[in-house]
Nanobody, 130 residues
Framework: QVQLVESGGGSVQSGGSLKLSCSLS????????MGWFRQAPGKEREGVAR???????NYADSFKGRFTISRDNGKNTLYLQMNSLKPEDPAMYYC????????????????????????WGQGTQVTVSS
């Protein structure tokens, strides 16, 4: 059973930075396609970024240039470096995973989509003060 545990959330001033981590256990992260998502109160969960097994990345337009997704398969860990945080960035941030498919590869499309990922962590809260 794959388990995902996020950490690194907290409170930061507008313009500041945070680095989130997501630890995968119960399997080997190199077998998984992974992504970061977020959900603010009263809003739908939205995609932030995704990364495939080879480190190829995709970002939703709102986060290009500010956020960076990366992974360290040796540590079974996914990261999200968030810079230039804005007052609209507060949310619960979730990491998600999907088993790599030898037929279909990792999820594709214009931006990360929550429905493409079956495994989820419990989330880590990010707060931005102005």
């Amino acid at each position: 059973q794959v388990q995902l545990v996020e950490s690194g959330g907290g409170s930061v001033q507008s313009g500041g930075s945070l680095k989130l981590s997501c630890s995968l256990s119960g399997s080997t992260s190199s077998n998984y396609c992974m992504g970061w998502f977020r959900q603010a109160p009263g809003k739908e969960r939205e995609g932030v970024a995704r990364i495939d097994r080879d480190g190829n990345t995709n970002y939703a337009d709102s986060f290009k240039g500010r956020f960076t997704i990366s992974r360290d398969n040796g540590k079974n860990t996914l990261y999200l470096q968030m810079n230039s945080l804005k007052p609209e960035d507060p949310a619960m941030y979730y990491c998600a995973a999907r088993s790599y498919s030898s037929t279909f590869g990792c999820p594709s499309g214009p931006q990360p989509t929550p429905s493409q990922y079956p495994y989820w962590g419990q989330g880590t809260q990010v707060t931005v003060s102005s």
